[in-house]
């Protein structure tokens, strides 16, 4: 008895020995390349086609097959899904009578590797580490009681069941019909793992809390055969994690994918930011290939817009506190990538909220609008935009089967219209606008109802009233504008124009404004306004030319015709400025008027000014001076500086006292009337460029009371009064016979002169006064202000003495206008 026991426990411990060799040695040689083809045969009659690499029996996990590839076909083409070890459940019992019956498979923190793009030997791959899983595998189907691994950061858990129909196809056969199916389906995995591929991209730019990663819970239930008809529920949650800049601080997702009704249900997004909330909701009716979706939200959309789509302009609004939408509509999935503009692939409606913001440098105080788009239709409706200069209402809408109606607003703006020139592309409407200023005492009021073929301004034509008051064009000071005006693209026809500034008022019945070639057009222009302030704020060039002219009270000036308001710099063609009109002025009240460097007072002033052919002319102008008349005509060839002109200026009985006042700084009386005319061009801020001619004729007045020749005037007569007498006498003599008394001529003075290089040369002056006669020539430089004259003159009637032997003197002047120095060059006595 002792011997058998011995005998019995010999034989356990040799069979736990060789039980124990089996097992070290199935778990590191593994079984034979047999054992494996029985599980992969058990795998393929279940319709389920793998490679095993290696098949080894763990001591505590039982059967382990290792490195398993699953394959889409029998002929194993198309890989599937590749794992490093995976569980089988099976009874040793059934091993050793190789009955190879697998129901379970196991997977513990097993790596995993999918191919995104299955058949394709160089498809990119999916890892995914720690996958753990328990699947029941049946011949008709594939429950997946448990399966979790985390995927870009965020921890996934699914569970739920496939089924298939029972499949009898030998591993290197299969039938066309077959074959197709397997395409179709290979198709479809392709497809959707494309989508996983676009998701995990998407998530590996998110950063997660390592300590708490996002959540994902997957149920799912459906037919291999048929993975389209897939019912899925979807559960996501999130906290406190970041794409770029933007924080989120709750993601939560509710979603359904029913493949029976064929449709993916999106129950509820909810994301919370330090912002605010967005709760967004969506269906989506796979057939009919388009999205619904609601959605509301108090987030911070602009910086979440930014953190998906990496695009500069929308850095271009920055909203000081979040904005409020709500919005509801479709989204077409078929022409997702086909957004062109005006095309955009939805239909919706909403409403959009904000309070202040800023775009481009420029901050606004709110916003409010209510919208709607269709495909290339929009419309937007109650557009409120607030700022701190006031308020601009709109009404907007588009549609291309309107033709050239396609664009169609009615606005109201009560705002300082300049704010918006950081959104205006075009550089004339920019200089445009620029010209106009407004402050805090201005007020503007502008009313507009128009059309265009599309949301350019140049093809809108425009209709509307607009009333401004305390503003400014080109930095001069309006009191008040107020007009109706009718736009074509560029040019703006503005009628029944009234404006206003302190001293009088301008109207039109028509002006017209063509922005690009900055021209202005009048008819029936009547002011009573300052005139050159009127033409400085249209055309700077253009009152340049007429500012020699300064008048103490406005004229009244009537006006017609065309006004080109570009300056010089701007053409550098050199072309003459367009300018077509006439312009005729009035007035009651003097007006002063520069003329040889000093400033003549003229009373009743009245002309016409004409431009045309890149000239300007002054004609028919005429005004009282001194009790007489003064006539002007001016014409130049250019309105811009250093332009050369031309011109002549007359005066008739003109007080010369006057005359000497003005220009001499002296009491002096000469009396007499001044009358002549001077004909003379140059270039303008060039004296010396200035030549001309003319004659002047005093009557009944003092030439030598002129303050250049009044001191030859004392030296004249007092060498005539120290000639000595005529002799007594002489005793036996003839009588001397004095010559009979002759009538006095009238004082007076005629000379004629040509000017050139700024000296005025005088010829043929002659003259008398009371006592004298006398002529004279000579040069005045008006550069350096100084004379070089000849002057000689006789004695009229000296007692005693023939005509033929009355004496003569010659003087000689030279030195500054203001003080010459006339000494004696001669004396003829008899």
Do not use: C
């Given at each position: 008895?002792?011997?058998?026991?011995?005998?019995?426990?010999?034989?356990?411990l040799?069979?736990?020995?060789?039980?124990?060799?089996?097992?070290?040695?199935?778990?590191?040689?593994?079984?034979?390349?047999?054992?494996?083809?029985?599980?992969?045969?058990?795998?393929?009659?279940?319709?389920?086609?793998?490679?095993?690499?290696?098949?080894?029996?763990?001591?505590?996990?039982?059967?382990?097959?290792?490195?398993?590839?699953?394959?889409?076909?029998?002929q194993?083409?198309?890989?599937?899904?590749?794992?490093?070890?995976?569980?089988?459940?099976?009874?040793?019992?059934?091993?050793?009578?190789?009955?190879?019956?697998?129901?379970?498979?196991?997977?513990?923190?097993?790596?995993?590797?999918?191919?995104?793009?299955?058949?394709?030997?160089d498809?990119?791959?999916l890892?995914?580490?720690?996958?753990?899983?328990?699947?029941?595998?049946?011949?008709?189907?594939?429950?997946?009681v448990?399966?979790?691994?985390?995927?870009?950061?965020?921890?996934?858990?699914?569970?739920?069941?496939?089924?298939?129909?029972?499949?009898?196809?030998?591993?290197?056969?299969?039938?066309?019909?077959?074959?197709?199916e397997?395409?179709?389906?290979?198709?479809?995995?392709?497809?959707?793992?494309?989508?996983?591929?676009?998701?995990?991209?998407?998530?590996?730019?998110f950063?997660?809390?390592?300590?708490?990663?996002?959540?994902l819970?997957?149920?799912?239930?459906?037919?291999?055969?048929?993975?389209?008809?897939?019912?899925?529920?979807?559960?996501?949650?999130?906290?406190?994690?970041?794409?770029?800049?933007?924080?989120?601080?709750?993601?939560?997702?509710?979603?359904?994918?029913?493949?029976?009704?064929?449709?993916?249900?999106?129950k509820?997004?909810?994301?919370?930011?330090?912002?605010?909330?967005?709760?967004?909701?969506?269906?989506?009716?796979?057939?009919?290939?388009?999205?619904?979706?609601?959605?509301?939200s108090?987030?911070?959309?602009?910086?979440?817009a930014?953190?998906?789509?990496?695009?500069?302009?929308?850095?271009?609004?920055?909203?000081?506190?979040p904005?409020?939408?709500?919005?509801?509509g479709?989204?077409?999935?078929?022409?997702?990538?086909?957004?062109?503009?005006?095309?955009?692939?939805?239909?919706?409606?909403?409403?959009?909220?904000s309070?202040?913001?800023?775009s481009?440098?420029a901050?606004?105080?709110?916003?409010?609008?209510?919208?709607?788009?269709?495909?290339?239709?929009?419309?937007?409706?109650?557009?409120?935009?607030?700022?701190?200069?006031?308020?601009?209402?709109?009404?907007?809408?588009?549609?291309?089967?309107?033709?050239?109606?396609?664009?169609?607003?009615?606005?109201?703006?009560?705002?300082?219209?300049?704010?918006?020139?950081?959104?205006?592309?075009?550089?004339?409407?920019?200089?445009?606008?620029?010209?106009?200023?407004?402050?805090?005492?201005?007020?503007?009021?502008?009313?507009?109802?128009?059309?265009?073929?599309?949301?350019?301004?140049?093809?809108?034509?425009?209709?509307?009233?607009?009333?401004?008051?305390q503003?400014?064009?080109?930095?001069?000071?309006?009191d008040?504008?107020?007009?109706?005006?009718d736009?074509?693209?560029?040019v703006?026809?503005?009628?029944?124009?009234?404006?206003?500034?302190p001293?009088?008022?301008?109207?039109?019945?028509?002006?017209?404004?063509?922005?690009e070639?900055?021209?202005?057009?009048?008819e029936?222009?009547?002011?009573?306004?300052?005139?050159?302030?009127?033409?400085?704020?249209?055309?700077?060039?253009?009152?340049?030319?007429?500012?020699?002219?300064?008048?103490?009270?406005?004229?009244l000036?009537?006006?017609?015709?065309?006004?080109?308001?570009?300056?010089?710099?701007?053409?550098?063609?050199?072309?003459?400025?367009?300018h077509?009109?006439?312009?005729?002025?009035?007035?009651d009240?003097?007006?002063?008027?520069?003329?040889?460097?000093?400033?003549?007072?003229?009373?009743?002033?009245?002309?016409?000014?004409?431009?045309?052919?890149?000239?300007?002319?002054?004609?028919?102008?005429?005004?009282q001076l001194?009790g007489?008349?003064?006539?002007?005509?001016?014409?130049?060839?250019?309105?811009?500086?250093?332009?050369?002109?031309?011109?002549?200026?007359?005066?008739?009985?003109?007080?010369?006292?006057?005359?000497?006042?003005?220009?001499?700084?002296?009491?002096?009386?000469?009396?007499?009337?001044?009358?002549?005319?001077?004909?003379?061009?140059?270039?303008l801020?060039?004296?010396?460029?200035?030549?001309?001619?003319?004659?002047?004729?005093?009557?009944?007045?003092?030439?030598?009371?002129?303050?250049?020749f009044?001191?030859?005037?004392?030296?004249?007569?007092?060498?005539l009064?120290?000639?000595?007498?005529?002799?007594?006498?002489?005793?036996?003599?003839?009588?001397?016979?004095?010559?009979?008394?002759?009538?006095?001529?009238?004082?007076?003075?005629?000379?004629?002169?040509?000017?050139?290089?700024?000296?005025l040369?005088?010829?043929?002056?002659?003259?008398?006064?009371?006592?004298?006669?006398?002529?004279?020539?000579g040069?005045?430089?008006?550069?350096?202000r100084?004379?070089?004259?000849e002057?000689?003159?006789?004695?009229?009637?000296?007692?005693?003495?023939?005509?033929?032997?009355?004496?003569?003197?010659?003087?000689?002047?030279?030195?500054?206008?203001?003080?010459?120095?006339?000494?004696?060059?001669?004396?003829?006595?008899?």
């Amino acid at each position: 008895m002792r011997i058998i026991r011995r005998v019995f426990l010999i034989l356990t411990l040799l069979l736990v020995g060789v039980a124990i060799w089996l097992g070290v040695y199935a778990q590191r040689k593994g079984f034979t390349r047999t054992w494996r083809e029985l599980v992969e045969a058990e795998f393929a009659d279940r319709g389920y086609y793998v490679d095993i690499e290696k098949l080894t029996l763990g001591p505590f996990q039982g059967l382990v097959a290792e490195k398993v590839r699953f394959f889409q076909d029998p002929q194993r083409r198309r890989e599937l899904v590749y794992v490093d070890n995976v569980i089988l459940d099976l009874d040793l019992t059934d091993i050793l009578n190789r009955d190879l019956s697998v129901n379970t498979l196991d997977v513990h923190d097993a790596k995993l590797t999918l191919p995104l793009t299955p058949g394709r030997r160089d498809s990119e791959l999916l890892m995914v580490e720690g996958f753990s899983a328990r699947l029941v595998v049946t011949e008709s189907q594939i429950e997946v009681v448990r399966a979790q691994a985390e995927v870009a950061g965020v921890a996934v858990s699914m569970k739920g069941s496939l089924y298939r129909p029972p499949r009898n196809v030998k591993p290197t056969e299969a039938t066309e019909a077959e074959l197709a199916e397997q395409k179709r389906q290979l198709k479809e995995i392709r497809r959707r793992l494309d989508r996983v591929q676009r998701v995990i991209a998407e998530l590996e730019t998110f950063s997660f809390s390592p300590g708490d990663p996002p959540r994902l819970e997957i149920d799912f239930a459906g037919d291999l055969a048929d993975l389209a008809h897939l019912h899925a529920d979807v559960r996501l949650a999130a906290k406190k994690f970041k794409r770029g800049p933007y924080a989120i601080e709750d993601l939560a997702v509710l979603a359904e994918y029913d493949g029976a009704g064929q449709r993916g249900i999106l129950k509820e997004l909810y994301l919370r930011d330090a912002s605010g909330e967005l709760r967004l909701r969506g269906e989506w009716p796979v057939a009919e290939r388009k999205i619904d979706f609601e959605m509301e939200s108090s987030a911070d959309l602009p910086a979440l817009a930014a953190a998906i789509w990496q695009n500069p302009k929308l850095g271009e609004v920055v909203f000081f506190s979040p904005p409020k939408l709500q919005m509801e509509g479709s989204v077409s999935l078929d022409e997702l990538g086909k957004v062109t503009w005006p095309y955009l692939p939805m239909e919706v409606m909403g409403e959009l909220r904000s309070e202040r913001f800023g775009s481009r440098g420029a901050v606004f105080d709110g916003l409010e609008l209510q919208f709607a788009a269709k495909e290339n239709r929009y419309y937007i409706r109650n557009l409120r935009l607030d700022h701190k200069t006031g308020v601009m209402l709109a009404n907007l809408m588009f549609d291309p089967a309107l033709g050239k109606k396609a664009f169609r607003f009615q606005s109201e703006m009560k705002l300082d219209p300049s704010i918006l020139l950081p959104f205006v592309s075009s550089d004339r409407t920019k200089r445009f606008l620029t010209g106009w200023q407004f402050d805090e005492s201005s007020a503007v009021y502008f009313a507009a109802l128009g059309s265009g073929a599309t949301i350019d301004p140049d093809t809108w034509s425009t209709r509307g009233v607009i009333d401004l008051r305390q503003f400014r064009r080109q930095n001069i000071p309006f009191d008040h504008l107020e007009t109706e005006f009718d736009s074509r693209g560029r040019v703006h026809q503005l009628s029944n124009l009234r404006v206003e500034r302190p001293e009088g008022v301008l109207t039109a019945a028509l002006v017209k404004h063509d922005v690009e070639a900055r021209t202005w057009e009048t008819e029936g222009l009547e002011s009573t306004m300052d005139l050159f302030a009127t033409i400085r704020a249209v055309a700077p060039s253009l009152a340049k030319s007429l500012t020699d002219i300064q008048f103490s009270q406005p004229p009244l000036v009537k006006m017609n015709g065309l006004v080109d308001s570009r300056e010089a710099s701007e053409d550098p063609t050199g072309e003459p400025a367009l300018h077509d009109f006439e312009l005729s002025f009035s007035s009651d009240q003097p007006v002063s008027f520069d003329f040889l460097g000093r400033s003549l007072p003229l009373e009743q002033p009245s002309g016409i000014v004409r431009a045309a052919n890149g000239k300007i002319r002054l004609t028919e102008f005429q005004a009282q001076l001194f009790g007489g008349k003064a006539t002007a005509t001016f014409e130049t060839d250019r309105i811009e500086t250093d332009r050369r002109y031309t011109a002549t200026i007359g005066a008739e009985k003109v007080a010369f006292d006057d005359l000497i006042r003005t220009y001499g700084a002296s009491e002096r009386k000469g009396g007499g009337q001044w009358s002549g005319e001077m004909r003379f061009g140059g270039q303008l801020g060039r004296p010396k460029s200035v030549t001309g001619e003319g004659q002047v004729k005093l009557s009944g007045g003092n030439l030598l009371a002129m303050p250049m020749f009044s001191p030859a005037m004392e030296n004249i007569d007092k060498l005539l009064s120290a000639l000595p007498k005529p002799p007594e006498a002489i005793a036996g003599a003839a009588p001397v016979v004095e010559a009979p008394p002759q009538p006095r001529p009238e004082p007076g003075a005629s000379a004629k002169f040509a000017l050139e290089s700024g000296k005025l040369t005088v010829s043929a002056l002659k003259g008398t006064t009371e006592s004298l006669s006398f002529e004279g020539l000579g040069v005045v430089d008006g550069v350096s202000r100084t004379l070089d004259f000849e002057l000689s003159a006789e004695w009229l009637n000296f007692p005693g003495l023939p005509e033929m032997a009355k004496p003569r003197v010659t003087l000689k002047g030279d030195g500054p206008l203001a003080a010459p120095n006339w000494r004696m060059k001669g004396v003829k006595a008899p």
